[in-house]
């Protein structure tokens, strides 16, 4: 049976892309949370607390990431930050999703930085005519993490199609997050592949619907890693420390993959 052409590359983005390691997300979320709280304390209804605010919002984040590893519905930020206002005595009637939205003046978040080898790897595949994807599962519009690519100059990259499980309404490995992509990039699984970091939502979740899954190892999360590969019996079809090391594997798999077809 001949291998399939390559037609496209699936990235998923927290961790492949860009590094969260040195993140400063707590401060980062009650600073623009203030945000939210100011302009709706000041133009939308009065508010208890600037604390009660910012306790609800946390307790219902953890309810609806509970919830969704336990069922794959995604949480969104705006709905969380909307029912938030809504135990606080907010009308639903007099919340602007939108507003609130930009209120919360998403952005990138301070530590966070691209990986060196994604702004040196993704020029060599966007040579090939290759298409690319991001599927994140992100509680965040994807409008709002299109801010980040911007910032981190990967937006240019991902012209074809971005996907936040937030938009889709589904986490990662839920199929419906990966159908989503394969139809937003119109091709087929097996000519796809996808690269992650995370071995349940990206490895067995893309191999679920018949992609090539590659995981990038994450040094900080090796150990652990590899303990939930074995537990769950999922074995990649590559594993990377650079996405260097992904042009490799390509090379093997897709030989001339690099010469971009002609029109």
């Known amino acids: 049976m001949a291998q399939a052409t390559l037609k496209a590359i699936l990235f998923d ?5 860009i590094d969260w390691s040195q993140r400063e997300w707590n401060t980062y979320r009650q600073d623009h949370l203030e945000l939210v709280y100011n302009y709706v304390n000041a133009d939308v209804h009065p508010l208890a607390a600037p604390d009660d605010f910012y ?11 509970t919830a969704g590893y336990q069922g794959s519905r995604a949480p969104h930020v705006g709905s969380i ?4 206002l809504q135990n606080m005595g907010v009308p639903a009637d007099r919340i602007d999703h939108d507003a609130m939205l930009k209120a919360y003046n ?3 978040v301070k530590g966070v930085v691209v990986f060196p080898d994604a702004l040196e790897v993704l020029p060599i595949i966007s040579a090939a005519n290759i298409k690319t994807a991001i599927v994140t599962n992100s509680a965040q519009p994807m409008w709002m993490r299109d801010i980040e690519l911007r910032a981190y ?8 199609c971005r996907l936040s499980a937030a938009d889709v ?5 839920h199929r419906a997050i990966f159908e989503a992509a394969l139809n937003c990039l119109n091709v087929q699984p097996d000519e796809a592949i996808f690269v992650g970091d995370n071995p349940e939502a990206d490895i067995a979740g893309a191999q679920s619907m018949g992609m090539r899954a590659v995981l990038r190892i994450i040094p900080s999360r090796e150990v652990t890693d590899r303990e ?5 019996n999922i074995v990649p079809d590559g594993t990377i420390d650079t996405l ?3 042009l490799a594997l390509l090379d093997n798999w897709y030989p001339g993959w690099r010469i971009a077809p002609q029109p």
């Open 153 to 160: 100059g990967l937006l240019d990259h991902f012209i074809d």
């Open 13 to 17: 983005m927290d961790d492949t892309l």
């Open 55 to 65: 306790e609800t919002v946390s307790q219902l984040f953890n309810e609806a990431w």
């Open 81 to 84: 930050m909307a029912q938030a």
């Open 244 to 246: 260097h090391d992904l």
């Open 228 to 232: 939930i590969l074995d537990k769950a």
């Open 169 to 173: 309404g589904y986490l990662k490995p």
């Open 106 to 108: 998403w952005g990138p």
